[in-house]
């Protein structure tokens, strides 16, 4: 047992306190353990319920986030940051896609290689734009996706990175320019078809151009452009590619009528045909294969008129669903067919001034050929060339020229020219003789002008019709000169398929003015020749009277017109050259009873024969009164004006030099009667002109006086007498020989050995060598030889003058 006193002591011994201690101590752990545990739960039951507020709160988070992206208006994609998989889509996306939801727009769309663009946008280079990403920042770049309907849309797209339901991932933000961009592409393709057509860019260009800008415009359609033949009256595909490749191949031509497709029936009607579904409507019976081949169900078709109201073409848009255009695309419609309207004009209008040019210098030359046109026998020959010509040119099918008789009022076919053959025979293409036409049977059709077309109808076709097939006969009335309801014949022509084109027939119209030309002078040669042998005749009738008129004329000068005779110490020549074969100049030599010579130089106004006549009269008139009046000038100046004014109804003249010479003493008397002065040549002085004292001509005014002067020719003087056709001689270049060159002549001609006529004829024939004479001329020279001796002259403007 223990006492009292020992028990603290073993209790205060190490052992034993150590366990205390250690007891304690576990104790003290169990209870901070289990108040650890305690606080454990707590705070798993906290951290717990606040998992389960933090899960509320980011589903929540997510759903709204969700719901926010979905309630914008952009399309919002969000990938994968790392294997760029589609973790979330938009509503906006989804709808824009087609797509109903993320794994289809996945697996269909956008990780399919195949529904992605070509380069540069193509699966491949968008995920290469991605990558390109930093870890901040943003990328944007227009991109052309396809959506689930292999249709074509335009985004505006921005990228960034971000974390998406708590994994790093890249958002796509997407806005629609589809419109924008395809507004732009139109504007685009509209400009460079406007530069096409100022720039006259090749029309199957600009037909691609114009097809591609309305499949713009007109999304999910396919575009056919087809211009109008006129000739052909049909209608063919206009482009390289395309539609009009493929239609081409299995519509080559389109006939312009109704039921031929909505093409056709738009060309025909000339207004707006809309088929609803090709496969049911009656205007595509027969071609329905063609467009169910390229999946075609609705066509639009709009015609092309231009601003005269003339056919063009046909703008035809194909869709891919049965359906009818709305409003706005009617009126996109209406654009593109404006716009092709203006292509086609531009270039018809540019090839239409090329045609004018080229058939321009055709037609100038055709003119030249024509006019040198051969008479006779090889007329219609080349006529039939030529017409061959106008054929090949105008690519006609047939072309015949009908004459009218001249003794009659039926035409007659002079040539038939095919395109096939260049006929030479009057014969039409069966190698039936064409027979003439009565005058009346075609007189009714030659009443209007202008160019006619000619029907199967028509009672005449088969009269003139130019081949086999029933093609209408266009017609062109040849006007004769003497009226408009006189015709000298018409030309029939036919077009190589149906019709000819408008600028062809203005053409033709032109060129028949110039064969009617060519009739009429090829009747005019033939009436020329038909009076040429009376013509012949008659002027060798009129030749031979007028040599002998000549004859008789020359006969009643002296020599002939070549005189020459010596007296004593005096020598006389004359020589008179007529411009024509009879003429007006006289010079006279007459012996006097008294012994005296009297000599005269005339000119009678006028020329040919009348003047010869009148020269004739005062050669006449002058012989008799200077033999009867014994030389007394002034009673034969007076007296032969008298005579000559008497019964002069055409009030012709002659101017006269008239003079009297004693040969013994070399005095003479002399008067002028307005002819032109004679030239004294002494050979110490220069040579003079005599003025004398001129008064009016003979035969002008009766009972004048004329004045009568006294002169001396003493040896080595010489006076020369001469009429104005010397004076006013010309040479080539048209100067004249002149009253200056006239006495220097006279001072040269001194002592010439072939004597002053002879060298003063010489000089004068030498200077009008070459020039058409435009005077007679007459030249009379008198020569006083002898020692010379001193003159003695009272007057020195006078020389030889005495009183």
Same mark, same amino acid.
């Given at each position: 047992?223990?006492d009292?006193?020992?028990?603290?002591?073993?209790?205060?011994?190490?052992?034993?306190?150590?366990?205390?201690?250690?007891?304690?101590?576990?104790?003290?752990?169990?209870?901070w353990?289990?108040h650890?545990?305690?606080?454990?739960?707590?705070?798993?039951?906290?951290?717990?319920?606040?998992?389960?507020?933090?899960?509320r709160?980011?589903?929540?988070?997510?759903?709204?986030?969700?719901a926010?992206?979905?309630q914008?208006?952009?399309?919002?994609?969000v990938?994968?940051?790392?294997?760029?998989?589609?973790?979330?889509?938009?509503?906006?996306?989804?709808?824009?896609?087609?797509?109903?939801?993320?794994?289809?727009?996945?697996?269909?769309?956008l990780m399919r290689?195949?529904?992605?663009?070509?380069?540069?946008?193509?699966?491949? %280079?968008?995920?290469?734009?991605?990558s390109?990403?930093?870890a901040?920042?943003?990328l944007?770049?227009e991109?052309?996706?396809?959506?689930a309907a292999?249709?074509?849309?335009?985004?505006?797209?921005y990228?960034?990175?971000?974390?998406?339901?708590?994994?790093?991932?890249?958002?796509?933000?997407?806005?629609?320019i589809?419109?924008?961009?395809?507004n732009?592409?139109?504007?685009?393709l509209?400009?460079?078809?406007?530069?096409g057509?100022?720039?006259?860019?090749p029309?199957e260009?600009?037909?691609?151009?114009?097809?591609?800008?309305?499949?713009?415009?007109?999304q999910d359609?396919?575009?056919?452009?087809? @211009?109008?033949?006129q000739?052909?009256?049909?209608?063919?595909?206009?482009?390289?590619?395309?539609?009009? /490749?493929?239609?081409?191949?299995?519509?080559?031509v !389109?006939?312009?009528?109704?039921?031929?497709t909505?093409?056709?029936t738009?060309a025909?009607?000339?207004?707006?045909?809309?088929?609803?579904?090709v496969?049911? +409507?009656?205007?595509?019976?027969g071609?329905?294969?063609?467009?169910?081949?390229?999946?075609?169900?609705?066509?639009?078709?709009?015609?092309?008129?231009?601003?005269?109201?003339?056919?063009l073409?046909v703008?035809?848009?194909f869709?891919?669903?049965?359906?009818?255009? %709305?409003?706005q695309?009617?009126?996109?419609l209406?654009s593109?067919?404006?716009?092709?309207?203006?292509?086609i004009e531009?270039?018809?209008?540019?090839?239409?001034m090329?045609?004018?040019?080229a058939?321009?210098?055709?037609?100038?030359?055709?003119?030249v050929?024509?006019?040198?046109l051969?008479?006779?026998?090889?007329?219609e020959? /080349?006529?039939?060339?030529?017409m061959?010509?106008?054929?090949?040119?105008?690519?006609l099918?047939?072309?015949?020229?009908?004459? @009218?008789?001249g003794?009659?009022?039926t035409?007659?076919?002079?040539?038939? !020219?095919?395109?096939?053959?260049?006929d030479?025979s @009057?014969?039409?293409?069966?190698?039936?003789?064409i027979?003439?036409?009565?005058g009346?049977?075609?007189?009714?059709?030659?009443a209007?002008?202008?160019?006619?077309?000619?029907t199967?109808q028509?009672?005449?076709?088969?009269?003139?019709?130019?081949g086999?097939?029933?093609?209408p006969?266009l017609?062109?009335?040849?006007n004769?000169?003497?009226?408009?309801?006189?015709?000298?014949?018409f030309?029939t022509?036919?077009?190589?398929?149906?019709?000819?084109?408008q600028a062809?027939?203005?053409?033709?119209?032109?060129?028949?003015?110039?064969?009617?030309?060519?009739?009429?002078?090829?009747?005019?040669?033939?009436?020329?020749?038909?009076d040429?042998?009376?013509?012949?005749?008659?002027?060798?009738?009129?030749?031979?009277?007028?040599?002998?008129?000549?004859s008789?004329?020359?006969?009643?000068?002296?020599g002939?017109?070549?005189?020459?005779?010596?007296y004593?110490n005096?020598?006389?020549?004359?020589?008179l050259?007529?411009?024509?074969?009879?003429?007006?100049?006289?010079y006279?030599?007459? @012996?006097l009873?008294?012994?005296?010579?009297?000599?005269?130089?005339?000119?009678?106004?006028? /020329?040919g024969?009348?003047?010869?006549?009148?020269?004739?009269?005062?050669?006449?008139?002058?012989?008799?009164?200077?033999?009867?009046?014994?030389? +007394?000038?002034a009673?034969?100046?007076?007296?032969?004006?008298?005579?000559?004014?008497?019964?002069?109804?055409?009030?012709?003249?002659v101017?006269?030099?008239?003079?009297?010479?004693?040969?013994?003493?070399g005095e003479?008397?002399?008067?002028?009667?307005?002819?032109?002065?004679?030239?004294?040549?002494?050979?110490k002085?220069?040579? /003079?002109?005599?003025?004398?004292?001129p008064?009016a001509?003979?035969g002008?005014?009766? %009972?004048?006086?004329?004045?009568?002067e006294?002169?001396?020719?003493?040896?080595?003087?010489?006076i020369?007498?001469?009429? +104005?056709?010397?004076?006013?001689?010309?040479?080539?270049?048209?100067?004249?020989?002149?009253?200056?060159?006239?006495?220097?002549?006279?001072?040269?001609a001194?002592?010439?050995?072939?004597?002053?006529?002879?060298?003063?004829?010489?000089?004068l024939?030498?200077?009008?060598s070459?020039?058409?004479?435009?005077d007679?001329?007459?030249l009379l020279?008198?020569q006083?030889?002898?020692? !010379?001796?001193?003159?003695?002259?009272?007057?020195?403007?006078?020389?030889?003058?005495?009183?």
């Open positions: 047992m223990f009292g006193t020992a028990l603290p002591e073993r209790l205060l011994q190490p052992e034993l306190l150590l366990v205390v201690v250690l007891a304690v101590a576990l104790g003290a752990v169990a209870l353990h289990q650890a545990r305690k606080q454990s739960r707590q705070r798993e039951q906290a951290l717990a319920r606040a998992n389960d507020d933090a899960q709160r980011l589903r929540s988070s997510m759903s709204d986030t969700r926010m992206l979905d914008g208006s952009a399309a919002i994609l990938f994968d940051r790392i294997t760029l998989t589609l973790l979330f889509a938009n509503r906006q996306a989804l709808d824009l896609f087609g797509c109903d939801s993320v794994e289809e727009l996945s697996d269909t769309v290689p195949d529904a992605w663009q070509p380069s540069p946008y193509s699966l491949l %280079d968008f995920e290469s734009w991605i390109q990403l930093k901040s920042g943003f944007r770049r991109w052309l996706f396809s959506t292999r249709q074509n849309i335009w985004m505006d797209c990228i960034s990175n971000t974390v998406f339901e708590g994994r790093p991932a890249r958002t796509l933000s997407a806005n629609n589809h419109a924008y961009k395809m732009q592409a139109a504007d685009k509209r400009n460079g078809i406007l530069t057509i100022n720039s006259s860019a029309m260009n600009l037909a691609d151009s114009l097809c591609k800008l309305a499949e713009i415009r007109l359609t396919r575009c056919l452009i087809t @211009r109008y033949d000739q052909r009256d049909s209608l063919t595909p206009l482009g390289k590619g395309g539609l009009a /490749k493929d239609f081409r191949e299995q519509l080559p !389109i006939p312009a009528r109704y039921g031929s909505s093409i056709g738009a025909y009607t000339r207004h707006r045909t809309l088929c609803e579904s496969l049911d +409507d009656h205007r595509w019976q071609y329905t294969r063609v467009v169910a081949d390229l999946g075609l169900l609705a066509s639009w078709s709009e015609p092309i008129v231009s601003q005269r109201d003339e056919l073409g703008v035809t848009v869709s891919h669903h049965p359906r009818n255009p %709305d409003e695309q009617l009126e996109d209406a593109i067919v404006s716009l092709t309207g203006l292509a531009r270039k018809q209008w540019q090839k239409a090329e045609a004018a040019a058939s321009e210098r055709f037609i100038r030359q055709l003119g050929d024509l006019v040198n051969p008479s006779g026998d090889e007329f020959p /080349k006529l039939r060339y030529l061959h010509r106008i054929v090949s040119h105008y690519e099918g047939a072309l015949a020229l009908w004459e @009218r008789s003794d009659d009022e035409f007659a076919c002079l040539a038939t !020219i095919h395109h096939n053959t260049p030479t @009057r014969a039409d293409n069966t190698g039936a003789t027979q003439p036409i009565a009346k049977v075609v007189a009714n059709m030659l209007d002008t202008a160019a006619e077309y000619i199967p028509d009672a005449i076709y088969d009269r003139i019709r130019l086999v097939e029933p093609k006969i017609l062109t009335a040849l004769d000169e003497q009226g408009e309801d006189s015709f000298i014949g030309l022509v036919q077009s190589r398929y149906m019709y000819i084109a062809t027939i203005d053409h033709l119209q032109v060129i028949g003015s110039m064969v009617r030309t060519v009739l009429l002078n090829r009747r005019l040669v033939h009436s020329l020749a038909s040429m042998e009376n013509e012949q005749r008659e002027r060798k009738k009129l030749e031979v009277e007028l040599s002998v008129a000549r008789i004329q020359m006969s009643m000068v002296p002939g017109g070549h005189f020459r005779e010596t004593r005096w020598t006389i020549e004359a020589w050259q007529p411009a024509r074969a009879v003429g007006g100049d006289l006279e030599l007459i @012996r009873p008294s012994g005296k010579l009297l000599i005269a130089v005339g000119d009678v106004s006028d /020329k024969a009348p003047a010869a006549l009148f020269m004739a009269r005062t050669v006449s008139l002058l012989n008799f009164l200077a033999r009867s009046l014994d030389g +007394d000038l009673a034969i100046a007076r007296a032969l004006n008298n005579e000559l004014c008497r019964s002069n109804e055409a009030c012709m003249f101017t006269m030099i008239m003079g009297v010479l004693e040969l013994g003493s003479i008397q002399w008067l002028n009667a307005g002819h032109n002065e004679p030239m004294f040549v002494d050979g002085t220069s040579p /003079k002109l005599w003025p004398g004292n008064a001509p003979f002008v005014y009766e %009972d004048v006086d004329y004045d009568v006294s002169a001396s020719i003493r040896p080595d003087q010489s020369t007498l001469y009429s +104005d056709g010397v004076t006013e001689a010309f040479d080539r270049e048209g100067q004249e020989f002149g009253e200056e060159r006239l006495l220097n002549l006279g001072y040269r001194f002592n010439q050995p072939e004597g002053l006529l002879g060298y003063m004829r010489e000089q024939l030498s200077f009008a070459g020039a058409p004479q435009s007679d001329i007459t020279t008198i006083h030889h002898g020692t !010379i001796h001193p003159v003695h002259r009272d007057d020195s403007k006078h020389p030889a003058k005495s009183s």
